[in-house]
C-alpha cells in the first residue's frame, strides 16, 4: 500500500514523499480475529468478524484453518485448553457486552443476532 504524504509534512533531506505500509491478507487479518476472540471473548472482535469475514474466497477457506492454528499456537491459551468450551466462553463473553457502547466507529451497531452467526 502507497500513501501520499501532503505538500504541508516536512520530509527529512529530502526524502521521497511516499511511505511503504505492510499490510495484512484479509484472511490473515480473519486468523488473527478469531485468535484474538478466543482468548479475550470481547464484542469488538465478534464484530470485526462479522464485518471482515463475508466474502472469503474458496482458496482463503482452505488458508484460513492452518492460519488459525498457527495463530493460536503463538497466542495465550494454554496448551491442551478444549477450543469448543473456550469458544463457547467467549462468544457467550460477547453476546453480554453486545454492543457495549465500544463499537464507536459505528453509529448504529448490528444486532447480535447477525453478528453471531459470522463468528461461529
Do not use: N
Not at 527529512?12 to 491478507?25: C, E, F, K, T
Amino acid at each position: 500500500m502507497d500513501v501520499r504524504i501532503p505538500r504541508d509534512v516536512r520530509v527529512v533531506a529530502g526524502r521521497p514523499r511516499l511511505i511503504r505500509l505492510p499490510v495484512l491478507a484479509r484472511v490473515e487479518r480473519i486468523a488473527e480475529k478469531v485468535r484474538a476472540f478466543l482468548e479475550r471473548g470481547l464484542d469488538r472482535d465478534a464484530f470485526d468478524l462479522h464485518y471482515q469475514s463475508p466474502g472469503l474466497s474458496t482458496s482463503d477457506r482452505r488458508r484460513l484453518r492452518g492460519l488459525i492454528q498457527r495463530k493460536l499456537e503463538s497466542g495465550e491459551l494454554p496448551d491442551g485448553c478444549d477450543l469448543h468450551a473456550q469458544f463457547a466462553t467467549a462468544l457467550e463473553s460477547a453476546r453480554q457486552a453486545w454492543p457495549r457502547g465500544g463499537l464507536v466507529i459505528v453509529s448504529d451497531p448490528p444486532k447480535w443476532t447477525e453478528v453471531e452467526p459470522c463468528s461461529t
